[in-house]
């Protein structure tokens, strides 16, 4: 009998630990498990925020896939997706084709507009190794530029955020700690820089704990970071962007962080989706689709306490990773499909400069000490996928 082909579609949280785990479950002739992502390796999209302000090489995000897993038990394809042909049940690749018995989609999340125009042609908006090299290089572009100009530009100096979300937060916390340096490295007065994050919601971290929102908001503020809360944007241009009250802030550097949708590639091959994310049912399959299964950002699962999606984490998506190899395990071998319920045990935030606040099993953390469990939560992540060896190699140093 043929073995049955599971692919994997993605080698962030969700696929690369999926891919793990299935290799631990199932035996050398139990499966043909192979593993197809964009890039030769995985990167810790949790950590981004740190290479694009330029607090953190982005060397140290990546890690090469063949390194922590075991390419005997798992084919690693690097290409790219481009489609998912269900009913055929196969996988259009930019080089080539797959076929499936079971299929695990794992390919993260896009930027969400929603609908504002000019984001993709004027902002900052991917969240990739990539990306954040771009907007570290550009950041530091502006201040050079700024001094070798005749005519001094504001707009140059000008930073905004869009969107004081989780990542908006991340992103102007490592900003703002390091403007001080790039002043003196660029001989630019720390007034001139000018960092907004601009936000549509009522409030910064939206459905965050207000105390520690608070916290996060005049520990930035006291770094020069001003916020204009419950202030849509909308249109970014060249060279600014356009609140929703008419006025115009110039600035050369937008950063786009108002959250995510699934990937395109749901949509576009036929899958039933909000914002790019497909409903599950408790086991983690897609309806109507015994075949698929669909974790990770590409996922919509409910909070059934308030009635609302949970919001996209990693946190969630390696927890997906891990029931999802059990799930086919039981199809391939026999058992009960197990439910997904997420173990939320806390969220953390960091704000650059060993600052951080969170939320860990129900009590509020502020400070170094939240700073330090944010860098535990790091390394947890490291270890779950590669083991203490990867921790070692990449992991953060909690002091
Ligand atoms: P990803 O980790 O994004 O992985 C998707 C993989 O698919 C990538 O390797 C990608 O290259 C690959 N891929 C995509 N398209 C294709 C294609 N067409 N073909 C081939 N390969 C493809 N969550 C937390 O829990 N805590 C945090 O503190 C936190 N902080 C964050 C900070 C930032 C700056 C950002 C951007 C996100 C943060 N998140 C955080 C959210 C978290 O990173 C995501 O929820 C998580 O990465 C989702 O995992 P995933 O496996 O679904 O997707």
């Given at each position: 009998m043929n073995k049955p082909r599971i692919v994997i579609l993605g080698a962030g949280y969700a696929g690369l630990i999926t891919a793990v785990k299935l290799k631990k479950e199932l035996g050398y002739n139990e499966a043909e498990i192979t593993l197809v992502n964009k890039h030769q390796y995985h990167y810790q999209t949790t950590w981004l925020h740190e290479p694009a302000a330029g607090t953190m090489d982005p060397e140290r995000t990546r890690v090469d896939i063949k390194s922590v897993l075991d390419t005997n038990r798992v084919q690693f394809v690097k290409d790219i997706v481009i489609e998912i042909k269900k009913d055929e049940k196969k996988v259009i690749l930019e080089k080539s084709e797959l076929e499936y018995d079971y299929l695990v989609v794992a390919l993260g999340s896009e930027p969400e507009t929603f609908g504002v125009p000019g984001v993709f042609e004027h902002a900052f908006s991917k969240w990739t190794v990539n990306g954040a090299r771009q907007v570290k290089d550009h950041i530091d572009y502006m201040f050079s530029k700024y001094n070798n100009e005749d005519q001094k530009r504001d707009e140059l100096l000008t930073f905004v955020v869009a969107g004081a979300g989780f990542t908006g937060i991340e992103f102007?916390?490592?900003?703002?700690?390091?403007?001080?340096?790039?002043?003196?490295?660029?001989?630019?007065?720390?007034?001139?820089?000018?960092?907004?994050?601009?936000?549509?919601?009522?409030?910064?971290?939206?459905?965050?704990?207000?105390?520690?929102?608070?916290?996060?908001?005049?520990?930035?503020?006291?770094?020069?970071?001003?916020?204009?809360?419950?202030?849509?944007?909308?249109?970014?241009?060249?060279?600014?962007?356009?609140?929703?009250?008419?006025?115009?802030?110039?600035?050369?550097?937008?950063?786009?962080?108002?959250?995510?949708?699934?990937?395109?590639?749901?949509?576009?091959?036929?899958?039933?989706?909000?914002?790019?994310?497909?409903?599950?049912?408790?086991?983690?399959?897609?309806?109507?689709?015994?075949?698929?299964?669909?974790?990770?950002?590409?996922?919509?699962?409910?909070?059934?306490?308030i009635n609302r999606p949970y919001p996209p984490t990693a946190q969630i998506a390696l927890q997906q990773g891990e029931v999802c190899a059990r799930n086919i395990k039981a199809l391939i071998k026999g058992g009960e499909l197990e439910s997904f319920k997420p173990d939320i045990k806390g969220t953390v935030a960091s704000l650059g400069g060993g600052e951080a606040i969170g939320l860990v099993y129900g009590k509020k953390i502020y400070g170094n000490s939240a700073s330090f469990m944010k860098k535990m939560i790091d390394n947890r992540s490291l270890y779950i996928l590669g083991g203490p060896g990867l921790v070692m190699k990449k992991g953060k140093s909690p002091f």
């Open positions: 102007i916390g490592e900003l703002s700690e390091r403007v001080p340096n790039l002043c003196k490295k660029y001989d630019v007065p720390q007034e001139k820089v000018k960092m907004y994050v601009i936000e549509a919601a009522p409030t910064a971290l939206p459905g965050f704990d207000p105390e520690l929102v608070e916290y996060a908001m005049n520990l930035l503020e006291s770094r020069g970071v001003e916020f204009k809360i419950n202030c849509p944007i909308k249109e970014v241009i060249e060279g600014g962007v356009i609140l929703a009250d008419g006025d115009e802030i110039k600035s050369e550097t937008v950063v786009w962080a108002t959250g995510v949708r699934g990937s395109s590639i749901i949509e576009k091959s036929g899958f039933e989706a909000m914002r790019g994310r497909v409903k599950v049912q408790s086991d983690l399959r897609a309806p109507e689709h015994d075949d698929v299964f669909i974790i990770g950002d590409c996922a919509l699962i409910i909070n059934e306490e």
